[in-house]
């Protein structure tokens, strides 16, 4: 069977401050992890995936076997990072394109 | 390019009714997958086809199915409603089942049981 965890519901930070959200991850074969993002009223779009080890938007993320992590982070938040952030599995073993979502972190950037 | 459509936006059915969602595609992807979307579970897979055949099934009751025509436009349909399937339903193209295949998601049809 396959898990994410997100152990966090709300996340607030200051403006500048670095963020990290976390994940965990639960998964017998090789795994194929991402990060989606929601904002207000939008559609939930791709953040980054660990197969491309890219920074977008500032974020990174990466995927720690032994640890079974992948956790988010972005050493200073801005205004426009206050979204919803889900991380979310695919496993590479069987095919397909079945993902499965942690339960998401809001994240909340003051000023 | 346009993006993942779906229809309708809204819906409001009773308790016993059926419901059937339409979701479009991106132009030349092959998989669809379906989802919903509830406060208390998340999101949760209900299926994926891929060429008009269903490759993966969520933990859902036979009352949700699916199926996916050769255009690759899909529609879910949920039969004998309840309470409970109030959620947002969301569905996602992706070109095909190869790692490195991104999944886009349509905007969702949010369905109302009363």
């Known amino acids: 069977a396959q898990r994410v965890t997100q152990p966090e519901k709300l996340l607030s930070v200051f403006k500048g401050a670095p963020v990290e959200l976390k994940c965990n991850y639960s998964?017998?074969?090789?795994?194929?992890l991402f990060w989606y993002v929601q904002y207000s009223r939008q559609r939930l779009q791709l953040l980054l995936r660990?197969?491309s080890r890219e920074s977008i938007k500032g974020f990174t993320a990466d995927l720690n076997k032994g640890e079974t992590s992948f956790h988010l982070k972005k050493p200073f938040a801005q205004e426009e990072d206050s979204a919803m952030y889900y991380c979310a599995l695919r496993g590479l073993t069987g095919g397909g394109n079945k993902l499965t979502f942690g339960t998401g972190t809001q994240l909340k950037v003051e000023l | 390019k346009a993006g993942v459509t779906q229809t309708p936006r809204y819906l409001i059915k009773t308790r016993g009714q059926q419901v059937t969602l339409s979701c479009s595609p991106i132009s030349g992807h092959r998989s669809v997958s379906w989802y919903q979307q509830t406060p208390g579970q998340g999101l949760q897979f209900l299926f994926e086809y891929f060429s008009e055949t269903q490759r993966n099934k969520g933990n859902f009751p036979g009352r949700f199915s699916g199926r996916q025509f050769s255009n690759s436009r899909s529609e879910m349909n949920v039969s004998t409603l309840e309470l409970g399937d109030s959620a947002l339903y969301l569905c996602?193209?992706?070109?095909?089942?190869?790692?490195?295949?991104?999944?886009?998601f349509g905007q969702g049809t949010r369905l109302t049981v009363v």
């Open positions: 996602a193209s992706s070109l095909g089942s190869d790692a490195n295949t991104e999944a886009f």
């Open positions: 660990h197969i």
């Open positions: 998964y017998s074969g090789s795994p194929e």
